[in-house]
């Protein structure tokens, strides 16, 4: 395992830890981790590592809840209309970002229905295109996307 993740899930335990002096009792049930994907894409793995770590650290289940569907939004508003007692998390990722643009509307506000708690991991996007098209930047892209409705 990597220096970061080690890092990360020693952030996440002491944070987790600091929770208990506020409220002697929690965890006192499991813990739900959604993720609104299917099993066995990277943000299923990085839950399921992060959910062990978390059970370790809090001496509860947590429990990996896929609900793939939708590009995200089926478990995403699961999540969101769950009791905010701290026994639901969400695995997100850029689709909180770009379903507000691409779904006329969402079942749930995304800054309104959700509160950020830890950036767990990050990787690389990409925007590729064929090299036949008549664009070479995001920019010329965008300009031709405008020129082309």
Same mark, same amino acid.
Do not use: W
């Given at each position: 395992?990597?220096?970061? *993740?080690? *890092?990360?899930?020693?952030?996440?335990?002491?944070?987790?830890?600091?929770?208990?002096?506020?409220?002697?009792?929690?965890?006192?049930?499991?813990?739900?981790?959604?993720?609104?994907?299917?099993?066995?894409?990277?943000?299923?793995?990085?839950?399921?590592?992060?959910?062990? %770590?978390?059970?370790?650290?809090?001496?509860?289940?947590?429990?990996?809840?896929?609900?793939?569907?939708?590009?995200?939004?089926?478990?995403?508003? *699961?999540?969101?209309?769950?009791?905010?007692?701290?026994?639901?998390?969400?695995?997100?990722?850029?689709?909180?970002?770009?379903?507000?643009?691409?779904?006329? %509307?969402?079942?749930?506000?995304? =800054?309104?229905?959700?509160?950020?708690?830890?950036?767990?991991?990050?990787?690389?996007?990409? =925007?590729?295109?064929?090299?036949?098209?008549?664009? %070479?930047?995001?920019?010329?892209?965008?300009?031709?996307?405008?020129?082309?409705?």
């Amino acid at each position: 395992m990597s220096r970061t *993740l080690s *890092l990360l899930f020693a952030l996440i335990a002491l944070g987790c830890s600091a929770l208990g002096f506020a409220a002697q009792n929690y965890p006192d049930k499991p813990i739900r981790f959604i993720v609104p994907f299917a099993p066995g894409g990277t943000n299923d793995i990085i839950a399921r590592l992060v959910a062990a %770590k978390l059970h370790e650290a809090l001496g509860q289940p947590v429990v990996v809840d896929n609900r793939g569907g939708a590009g995200g939004v089926i478990g995403t508003e *699961l999540a969101a209309r769950s009791s905010p007692d701290g026994y639901t998390l969400l695995m997100a990722n850029l689709n909180l970002a770009t379903n507000p643009v691409l779904v006329k %509307k969402l079942p749930y506000d995304t =800054l309104k229905d959700l509160s950020g708690v830890s950036l767990l991991a990050t990787s690389p996007t990409v =925007l590729a295109t064929s090299p036949s098209l008549p664009f %070479k930047s995001v920019r010329e892209l965008i300009a031709h996307a405008r020129a082309n409705p």
